[in-house]
């Protein structure tokens, strides 16, 4: 199966995605994400005022049977969260890029972004890891 | 809903209680008031009435004799719910639960007027020691879970005692999930043990094991139904490095009377007397857990040990070392009474027989399915299972159709579906556990009924993702109950 | 007897389909040296007749509370399990086999019974605490009550500690030390009480200064005294703390407020009074109730209500989450089986007894114990130590030595209850005295005469 994966992000091992709109990140979860996590149905979002570390844990998705920590892609400041998903979390499950974004952060390093993977990169990380949940 | 009470047939419909309250009715006939009336100063009295339904008797009668009616259980057919051991819980043991002499006795009543409650006890903490091969078994934990954590709090009290509580507990990733939820409840972190092909190798165990890991938490039978064979082995590496062994006695059915656990190197253990020993699990309880120790661990257990001195039986009062009790009373002392009354019945021979023949049921299960559902690993393929197997929706995938839809079309044809889902390492998987009360021929209907639904996935693929079609509510929306949560009527 | 339909020729059928000659064969992985070799040693199985009136014969050993039978004598026995009238009706319907012999409802297509059974103790729960939201129960009071104790700590992340009152019940504050162990002692304070039996509020507001997680109040308390929430809980909150209030008679509610109309933040406690026999201890019901802003923090199984495929109401499992089946190490809790039969048994007891039998019956409860004070006050051989309010038990102080006024007592056909010293060495002589509905005018009359005779 094949995902969208827009060219102009960033993503984690852990399926974040991160987006640069000037001294700002934009982070939300990848449409890979949502599709194996299925119906989401609470999100879970820090404060506004929040520091945050590359690879700390941000919050909480969680579908009817599973749950999954939310990780930062970059360090930063929480800027703003999205009230909306939290009421309506079924907005990540259908536009995960878009309205269903999760948390804007200040930039700090931007080296921090390089460590993550770009879009051909996360294809091919998928790639592998469906294969590998095939195998026995 | 329809506005008559009759829903299809004789299925009949019920509001909720609160929904037939009419103003002024009442359903129970108290004791008149014999003495003067007193009240309690207006400061301290409830200032609105609490709203209780206002039904007659017959209107409660009614309302839940119906709702019974849309429950399954044992009484209605074969529930083959892996690791849960859904055996036939016979009658004669509600009635000896519910004698007078068991029932209308207090815990602080004086032990000489419990003598009974207590020689009950006495024997019935004898009789799990023989079948497990522990030393000691304490009564108290009420279910699995809570003697999981008696379990681990001994073991961390064994480790204190010798100067250093150690950090991790090792868990294979097999296991039930209250595992690794009791461990972190006492304190400990967790270290998942990934299994390989579904058996836990000694050379894993050896890798993982240092002076950090205070226990090496199994299952066994594990819960993919396979005894875990390097057992002994596993036992020496962890006891070498100062760890001790606790073991999860869910899958207790599959070996009474075949092995100990207690001669395997298990230091701790709990029973489940709800699964093995036949106590009804009444929609999700009461239950009883029980925990069983090597000698070297009695003096950790929690009350009651009742101990027999000059003809009486005393309540054994614990030492400094225990870890303190983790529920009040003697724990669910009626739950013991028909555990007790289970193996009295049984004995012995009837305890051997009851594993032998859950073990044949399940194999015989797994010989008739396994060309229609795939089996996950080769180790389950080879080997006899135990008391359970598991498949998974591997070969019915490709039309589609996943566990899911396979458990809700069981339901259309009388059956209770297996536990689904699990063990996580098991993608899609279907855990059947028939138990020794099935006969052959419920046990061939119900095979009969999971080739019908293989062959429906192949050719009626909608049957099944609308499934199930003859229960008295279609598929439950869960997305929307979890999404808006209505967790309570209100007017 | 044991319960296997099998005949010998299933066994061969079968073992012919496996493919193997014998049963052993079935058991081969098992390594022949760890296999028993000899036969369990246990007692010789028993027919069923014979094992009736082998288990009639233990249990008429036993002293019974109040049932009329050969060996009853009349009791005063309470202490966190109370004797009341429990209709036919609650075993009978609670006896069924549909209600018995099913799983926790995790198909809810084949579970709407207990579902449904369970969403209505929830509300009721909810009435009775004057909550928000209450889960599917609990063990017992005492395991429901450390629970509220992790709980809080998941609410507060920042602070640790636990602050409870000592007239909390002894086995309950025993186990909130056990499910805390591996905690530095420092994070334990306790409260003693005032000249009425109360809470001492000076001491509360002092260690509150530590900044605890939760504060736990027990009302009544193991004296039966009814405790100052209005006041405690104002302190508690002013403190940022999480106030815990813990009720194991919540008959009392049908007279006392509601600890949720006066501002509780978890209300836990033992729901056995509501039809549900004393058993020796159990199984009885913990129940668990708080607002709507913790739900998630929770532990335990919660039912919600929800449609179905074709547009009916239906019930399920829900916000599943929480708990160790899908979060393991990191649960809430590690509860999985809980006490669905008990909590069935608390329903539709409270559904026969409805708005103004729960009025009548908590009013008759004080109003017995009110009396049996009256007639014990008259005598000169006992005092009365406590001046609080109490609700359907009480203590007294007897002049002479407790046991051997107990073992007179018990030869005038009473039990009188329990006594405090076990638990408060500084409480001799003390007695704790439940008094409830089943006791008739002419036994609280006959036992006063008795204590006068036996008293010294």
């Not at chain 2, 304490?138 to 003697?147: E, F, K, T, V």
Request: net charge negative; with cysteine; hydrophobic share 35%.
């Amino acid at each position: 199966m094949s995902y969208e994966i827009p060219d102009d992000l960033f993503y984690t091992k852990e399926h974040e995605w991160a987006r640069r709109e000037g001294d700002f990140v934009v982070v939300g979860i990848s449409a890979y994400a949502q599709e194996s996590l299925g119906d989401i149905v609470f999100i879970e979002l820090p404060k506004i005022g929040e520091e945050l570390s590359q690879n700390d844990t941000f919050g909480v998705v969680e579908s009817v049977k599973a749950v999954s920590d939310l990780f930062s892609p970059i360090s930063g400041k929480v800027v703003e969260t999205n009230g909306t998903v939290t009421e309506t979390p079924e907005l990540i499950n259908q536009d995960p890029y878009g309205e269903g974004w999760l948390i804007k952060l200040t930039m700090g390093d931007d080296s921090e972004l390089h460590n993550l993977m770009n879009a051909t990169e996360y294809e091919e990380y998928l790639g592998q890891e469906a294969k590998e949940a095939t195998e026995p | 809903m329809s506005a008559g009470p009759g829903r299809a047939g004789l299925v009949l419909a019920a509001e909720l209680i609160f929904e037939k309250s009419r103003p002024g009715r009442h359903g129970l006939s108290l004791p008149a008031l014999d003495v003067p009336l007193s009240s309690p100063p207006k400061a301290l009295t409830r200032k609105e009435d609490c709203n209780l339904p206002e039904v007659s008797e017959l209107c409660v009668v009614r309302h839940f004799t119906r709702l019974s009616s849309w429950n399954f259980g044992i009484d209605l057919g074969s529930y083959p719910l892996g690791s849960c051991t859904m055996k036939y819980n016979p009658r004669v043991n509600e009635a000896i639960a519910q004698l007078p002499g068991f029932t209308n006795i207090h815990p602080y009543q004086p032990e000489e007027l419990s003598q009974g409650a207590l020689r009950l006890i006495y024997e019935l903490e004898h009789a799990l020691s023989e079948i497990s091969g522990m030393d000691r078994v304490s009564l108290q934990p009420a279910a699995g879970a809570q003697g999981e954590l008696v379990g681990v709090k001994i073991i961390r009290a064994f480790h204190e005692s010798k100067g250093n509580p150690r950090k991790k507990i090792l868990i294979p990733d097999t296991a039930h999930g209250t595992n690794p939820a009791s461990c972190t409840l006492a304190g400990y972190e967790v270290v998942t043990i990934k299994t390989e092909n579904g058996i836990l190798e000694s050379h894993t165990v050896a890798k993982l094991m240092d002076n950090d890991v205070a226990a090496l938490m199994l299952t066994n039978p594990n819960t993919l139904g396979l005894f875990e064979t390097e057992i002994k082995e596993i036992a020496k590496i962890v006891h070498d490095k100062g760890g001790l062994v606790y073991c999860d006695g869910a899958n207790l059915n599959a070996i009474m009377g075949v092995v100990k656990l207690g001669e395997l190197g298990i230091d701790v253990m709990h029973f489940n007397l709800h699964k093995t020993f036949s106590t009804p699990h009444g929609g999700g309880g009461p239950g009883a857990g029980p925990v069983g120790v090597k000698k070297i661990l009695a003096p950790f257990l929690p009350s009651p040990l009742v101990e027999k001195s000059n003809g009486l039986y005393k309540i054994y009062p614990v030492g400094k070392n225990s870890i303190g009790r983790v529920k009040g009373f003697f724990g669910n002392f009626l739950v013991l009474v028909r555990a007790y009354a289970y193996i009295r019945a049984l004995g012995a021979p009837g305890l051997k027989r009851t594993s032998q023949m859950a073990v044949l049921n399940a194999n015989y299960i797994k010989a008739r399915l396994k060309d229609s559902y795939d089996l996950p690993f080769d180790e389950i393929e080879k080997r006899p299972c135990m008391h359970e197997t598991v498949f998974t929706d591997k070969k019915q995938q490709q039309y589609g159709v996943t566990t899911l839809d396979i458990a809700k079309r069981l339901l259309d044809k009388g059956f209770h579906p297996p536990t689904i889902y699990f063990p996580l390492v098991v993608h899609g998987a279907l855990m059947i556990e028939p138990t020794e009360t099935e006969s052959k021929e419920e046990i061939d209907q119900l095979v009969d009924s999971l080739i019908e639904i293989s062959n429906e996935a192949k050719e009626n693929k909608k049957l099944l993702k609308e499934a199930p079609h003859n229960t008295i509510v279609g598929r439950v929306d869960e997305v929307g109950a979890a999404r808006k949560p209505k967790l309570r009527w209100r007017p | 007897m044991d319960y296997t339909p099998h005949t010998e020729k299933n066994i061969r059928e079968m073992l012919d389909k496996i493919g193997v000659k014998n049963i052993d064969d079935l058991f081969s992985n098992i390594p022949d040296q760890i296999k028993l070799k000899q036969q369990l040693d246990l007692p010789q199985p028993l027919p069923e007749p014979e094992l009736v009136s082998h288990c009639k014969e233990l249990s008429s050993i036993n002293t019974t509370l109040n049932d009329k039978g050969a060996r009853s004598l009349v009791g005063f026995i309470g202490a966190g399990t109370y004797q009341h009238f429990i209709p036919t009706v609650v075993s009978q319907l609670a006896g069924r086999g549909e209600f018995l012999t099913a799983y926790t409802p995790y198909q809810p297509e084949v579970s709407q019974g207990t579902l449904q059974a369970v969403f209505e103790f929830q509300t009721f729960i909810c009435q009775l605490t004057g909550m928000d939201v209450a889960n599917a129960s609990m063990y017992d009071g005492a395991s429901a009550t450390a629970e509220a104790v992790l709980m809080a700590h998941r609410i507060l992340k920042n602070r640790c500690g636990v602050v409870f009152a000592l007239t909390l019940h002894p086995e309950y504050q025993e186990v909130i030390r056990t499910y805390l162990s591996h905690w530095e002692s420092s994070n334990f304070q306790k409260i003693g009480w005032t000249s009425s039996g109360e809470i001492d509020l000076a001491l509360l507001k002092k260690a509150l200064e530590k900044e605890p997680a939760a504060v736990v109040i027990q009302s009544p308390n193991f004296f039966g005294i009814i405790e100052p929430l209005k006041e405690a809980l104002e302190l508690i909150h002013k403190s940022g703390a999480i106030a815990i209030v813990v009720n194991n008679n919540p008959t009392s509610l049908g007279l006392f407020e509601a600890p949720g109309n006066l501002g509780a933040d978890i209300v836990v406690g033992e729901a056995q009074a509501f039809g549900n026999e004393i058993g020796f201890g159990g199984p009885h019901v913990g129940f668990f109730a708080t607002k709507d802003e913790f739900v998630r923090t929770m532990p335990g199984r919660l039912v919600g209500e929800t449609m179905d495929n074709r547009g009916q109401r239906a019930f399920t499992l829900t916000l599943s989450t929480r708990e160790q089946h899908i979060r393991r190490e990191r649960a809430t809790s590690n509860i999985c089986t809980n006490q669905g039969i008990c909590a069935l048994k608390a329903s539709i007891y409270l559904s026969l007894l409805g708005k103004e039998g729960l009025k009548q019956l908590a009013s008759l409860n004080y109003s017995k114990s009110e009396f049996l004070k009256s007639l014990l006050k008259k005598e000169g051989k006992i005092s009365f130590p406590f001046s609080g309010t109490t609700y359907n038990e009480f203590v007294l102080k007897l002049h002479g030595n407790e046991n051997e006024t107990y073992k007179k007592l018990i030869k005038e056909g009473f039990i009188p209850g329990v006594t405090l010293s076990h638990w408060y060495p500084e409480l001799p002589n003390h007695l704790l005295i439940n008094v409830t509905e089943i006791h008739p005018k002419s036994e609280l009359e006959r036992f006063t005469e008795a204590l006068r005779r036996v008293a010294t």
